[in-house]
């Protein structure tokens, strides 16, 4: 090899460690907003990133992603938000309920913002219509606190001698109030009593069941909220501790020993806001992006829970169920 060509080979190698850099500061980042914590949103973040693989995006090889979990503190989410927006992050993923939702979209109005999960989005003021979001907010989402009467009906089938059905929410949720309301007006159409009880914190669990001595609470509806999903086993044991038929919002619960529950399935919506976030660092724009509403509500019964309970499932429930565990 002549000198030349070796003096600028070598100088072509000292340049491979700044092309790697400069190819990694290129890199775009998504900003990960979550209510939760990592640990219980596992499953869930596996089908975030099968979504983003589907856009062509593979976290650390060309995408990387920058995650905030608020380990269910709902009030560092608008300092977590903030942080995110002075990183300059492409786009916010906001999961774990409408509580991240908002406080990303009162950080930025220019970020796009992708939402997984959320009530109506359009009373919650995170977007102007699911066809047309406007702005710069879109995701999954809807059928959340609103699956709460159908989540009454079924409990009162399952234990059709119950008149008064205590419901656990957590005060904090956006949407608390209107949950509740959902709540009572469908138990005054079954000509049910329902005894709504606040959680807002892990030690409050105990002195919530144990607040149900007396009052005639033959079953429990465990209100939606991602901070209960993470306290589900909690639940679980406390509900068989009592005795106490409980409802819950996502298979989850039923897998871990519930005895059932009726919702969306969440790892759609990771999976779908996945599918949202490689499409935004494509370029397209989230006000062109519909919210896309859930297709797939999930009936699950555990027939081991119903037995040690002293239940006998009816037939057409049986039937209706998506998943039954035995």
Same mark, same amino acid.
């Given at each position: ?10 100088? $072509?190698? *000292? ?10 500061? %290129?890199?775009? @980042? ?5 209510? %939760? ?5 596992? =499953?869930?973040?596996?089908? /975030? ?5 589907? =856009?062509?995006? @593979? ?34 993923? %906001? ?10 979209? !009162? ?9 997984? #999960? ?16 406007? $702005? ?5 989402? $809807? ?24 419901? /656990? ?12 309301? &959902? ?16 959680? =807002? ?10 607040? +149900? ?32 038929? #409980?409802? &819950?919002?996502?298979?989850?619960? @039923?897998?871990?020993?519930? +005895?059932?529950? &009726? ?33 797939? /509500?999930? /009936? *699950? ?19 209706? !169920? ?5």
């Amino acid at each position: 090899m002549q000198r030349r060509q070796f003096i600028a080979l070598l100088g $072509g190698a *000292a340049t491979w460690p700044l092309a790697a850099r400069a190819q990694q500061a %290129a890199m775009p @980042v998504i900003g990960f907003l979550s209510s %939760a914590s990592p640990a219980t949103w596992a =499953s869930f973040m596996t089908e /975030f990133r099968e979504g983003l693989s589907e =856009s062509g995006y @593979v976290e650390g090889r060309n995408v990387a992603i920058e995650y905030r979990w608020a380990e269910n503190h709902y009030d560092r989410l608008p300092g977590m938000a903030a942080d995110l927006v002075r990183r300059q992050v492409a786009v916010i993923v %906001a999961s774990g309920g409408p509580v991240s939702a908002r406080a990303a979209k !009162a950080a930025t109005s220019t970020i796009p913002i992708v939402f997984t #999960a959320s009530s109506d989005p359009i009373k919650l003021g995170l977007v102007a219509s699911l066809n047309r979001p406007g $702005g710069n907010v879109t995701g999954w989402g $809807g059928f959340v606190t609103e699956l709460e009467p159908k989540r009454l009906e079924l409990l009162r089938a399952l234990v059709p001698t119950a008149r008064a059905i205590g419901v /656990f929410v957590n005060p904090v949720r956006t949407d608390a109030e209107a949950q509740s309301r &959902y709540v009572e007006d469908a138990a005054r159409v079954l000509g049910l009593e329902v005894v709504i009880l606040g959680i =807002s914190s892990e030690r409050g669990i105990e002195t919530a069941f144990a607040s +149900l001595a007396g009052r005639g609470i033959q079953a429990l509806l465990i209100g939606a909220d991602p901070i209960f999903v993470t306290w589900r086993d909690q639940f679980i044991a406390l509900a068989a501790r009592h005795a106490m038929p #409980a409802m &819950y919002t996502l298979r989850e619960y @039923v897998a871990a020993g519930g +005895l059932a529950s &009726y919702g969306t399935s969440i790892a759609e919506g990771y999976h779908q806001a996945g599918i949202y976030a490689g499409r935004i660092l494509k370029g397209a724009k989230p006000a062109d992006l519909p919210v896309v509403q859930p297709t797939k /509500f999930e /009936f *699950a019964i555990n027939l081991k829970t119903a037995k040690t309970l002293g239940l006998t499932v009816p037939p057409t429930l049986l039937t209706a !169920a998506d998943e039954v565990i035995e």
